[in-house]
C-alpha cells in the first residue's frame, strides 16, 4: 500500500472511482490493520479513513491520522516512502484560504466566473505566487502570453512599482475590454502596454525593437502548441537571473499518462522534456494549479 501512487482525483465521478478502489487496496492490504473506515458509495464525497496503522516495512511501524486521499507516494523505491500532499477539494479549500486575494482581483474573478472559458483563469493561489515572484526578483519589465480577461496580469501590474511595465500578449478584443476596465479600476492602466495581436508576433517585434534581455519575467499562458516558440523569444527578451513561467505544464494530469496522445498533451509532454534538459535554464515545475514550470535564464 505504501507504494501504491494514488493519483489526484479530478471530479466528484473521478473522486468516488479513486475511493473506491482506494478502499478495495486498503482493505486488500495486509499491512493495514484498520479500526475505523467508512465511505458511503451512495455520495460522491470523501469520508476519513482514521487511525490506522500501516506497516510500511517489515521493520517499521507507522500510526498515522490521515485522509487516504490525501498522501502520494512514489511507486519507484528509490524515492523511498516519502511521502508527497496530494490536493484534495478539501485541502484546496484550506489553501484558497490562506491565499491573500486583493479586493479587485475578486472582483474579477467573480464577473469572469460565468463567462466562456473561465477556466482558463489561474487560480488565486497561482496569482499569488506569481506576484510573489515579481517582487522576488524586483522585477520591473514584465511581459504576459494570454491575458484573457486579465487575472494573471492585473495581479503582476499590481506589485510592480509606479515605472514598472507589463507587456500585455492577446488576441481577443472582447477579453481585453475585460482586462482594460480593471487595469483601470485598479490603477494600474499606466503600468499595462496591451497588445492586441499574435503573441509571437508581439515577441519577435520587441526582439526587433531591441528589446532583447531586457526584461525581468514572463508569464507563458496562451497556444499550448506555441510553447516552444514562446520560451525561445523570450529566451532572447528575458536577461540573465530573469524568470520564465510557463501554466498548465501538467495539463490535467495528461501528460502523465501515456496512453494520452492528443496534440495538446504531446506538445506539453515534449515541451516539458525540452526543458528539463535545456541547459540555459535553471527549473523547477511546481504542482500548482494545473501545474507551472519555473526557469530561471542563467
Ligand atoms: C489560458 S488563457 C489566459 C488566462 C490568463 N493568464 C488569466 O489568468 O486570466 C489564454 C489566453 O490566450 C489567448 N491566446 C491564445 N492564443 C494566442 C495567441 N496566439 N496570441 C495571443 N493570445 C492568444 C486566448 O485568447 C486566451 O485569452
Known amino acids: 500500500m505504501a507504494n501504491q501512487i494514488l493519483s489526484r482525483p479530478a471530479n466528484p465521478i473521478q473522486t468516488l472511482t479513486f475511493l473506491n478502489s482506494t478502499c478495495s487496496l486498503l482493505k486488500k492490504s495486509p499491512f493495514l490493520k484498520h479500526k475505523k473506515f467508512s465511505l458511503s458509495s451512495a455520495t460522491p464525497i470523501r469520508k476519513s479513513i482514521t487511525d490506522f496503522q500501516i506497516r510500511a516495512s517489515q521493520s517499521h511501524t507507522l500510526t498515522r491520522n490521515y485522509c487516504a486521499d490525501s498522501v502520494v507516494v512514489q511507486e519507484d523505491k528509490s524515492y523511498g516512502n516519502k511521502q508527497i500532499i496530494s490536493v484534495t477539494s478539501q485541502l484546496y479549500g484550506y489553501i484558497l484560504s490562506n491565499v491573500r486575494e486583493p479586493e479587485i482581483l475578486k472582483k ?35 511581459i504576459e502570453v494570454g491575458v484573457y480577461t486579465g487575472y494573471s496580469s492585473l495581479a503582476v501590474a499590481l506589485v510592480l512599482p509606479k515605472s514598472g511595465r507589463l507587456v500585455a500578449c492577446e488576441r481577443d478584443t472582447n477579453c481585453l475590454e475585460i482586462a482594460k476596465k480593471y487595469y483601470q479600476q485598479a490603477g494600474v492602466t499606466h503600468k499595462v502596454d496591451i497588445r492586441h495581436a499574435l503573441a509571437a508576433d508581439t515577441l519577435k517585434s520587441l526582439i526587433e525593437n531591441g528589446e532583447a534581455c531586457s526584461y525581468d519575467f514572463a508569464f507563458v499562458d496562451a497556444e499550448k502548441k506555441m510553447y516552444h516558440e514562446y520560451f525561445e523569444l523570450l529566451l532572447q527578451l528575458v536577461r540573465v537571473g530573469g524568470v520564465i513561467v510557463v501554466d498548465n505544464v501538467l495539463w490535467h494530469g495528461k501528460v502523465a499518462d501515456p496512453q494520452i496522445n492528443d496534440p495538446r498533451t504531446v506538445s506539453i509532454r515534449d515541451f516539458n522534456k525540452s526543458v528539463t534538459e535545456d541547459n540555459r535554464v535553471s527549473v523547477s515545475m511546481v504542482p500548482i494549479g494545473d501545474g507551472m514550470t519555473i526557469c530561471r535564464k542563467l
Open 108 to 142: 474579477l474573478r467573480e464577473e469572469t466566473s460565468s463567462m466562456r472559458g473561465s477556466q482558463m483563469q489561474v487560480s488565486p493561489d497561482q496569482a499569488q505566487l506569481l506576484a510573489m515572484l515579481v517582487q522576488i526578483l524586483g522585477a520591473k519589465r514584465c
